[in-house]
């Protein structure tokens, strides 16, 4: 019997390239990704240290490259997107931060130009960040940031709340949110509470 070839080789050969490029491009993108969380931790960490500079270098770096990831992997490379959506998030969280210390606003998923799912998650996560600065200005005795924090944390709750995810790890979210601002309450009542007891030792001590 006649043996026959069902598979050419050259187009073997062609398949080869393409997935040979394909994961070059994933190892480019994941890459890029890494770049983009790492930025976007140094934002937030200088954020709260009140670093400006250093949070507006990386803030400027950091669109440009979540603007550049975003395109490869909705426009050419769409079967990646997946790879992209945890530098998305950390993205957003840094710019909700940002914007939040820099205008006293939240930015949306427009704006930012991000997928409102990366949006909504990233959101969440910078509760946790703006409990972090809030805790930072309570240390300083700056009570009243504090207590502008938990009106933001109350009202991004009651916002993700009012969605009723039916995704598990988004309800996760919205219950890490409740937690956040619960601990918040609690330690504004703490500071409160301690600066009675000193206030009554110094009258005492009067």
Known sequence: MQKRNYLD?????????????????????????????????????????DDWEEAEKYIQENRRLVKQLFEEVTQKYPQYYNNAFIPLQE?????????????????????????????????MD????????????????????????RGILEEIYLAMLSLNFKNFEYRKKVDYVGGVLNRLIDYIFQKQTRRGENFNLKEEKK
């Open 126 to 149: 910078a509760a946790g960040e703006l409990l972090r600065k809030a805790v930072e200005e309570m240390i300083k005795d700056n009570i009243d940031f504090a207590l502008k924090v």
């Open 91 to 123: 993205y957003v969280e840094a710019e909700v931060v940002y914007h939040y210390l820099k205008e006293g606003k939240i930015p949306t998923h427009k704006e930012l130009g991000i997928p409102e799912e990366a949006f909504v998650t990233g959101l």
């Open 9 to 49: 080789k050259d187009y073997i050969e062609s398949l080869k390239k393409v997935f040979r490029h394909l994961e070059d491009k994933r190892d480019e993108l994941m890459q890029l990704g890494r770049t983009i969380n790492k930025n976007s931790k140094t934002i937030i960490y200088s954020l709260i240290r």
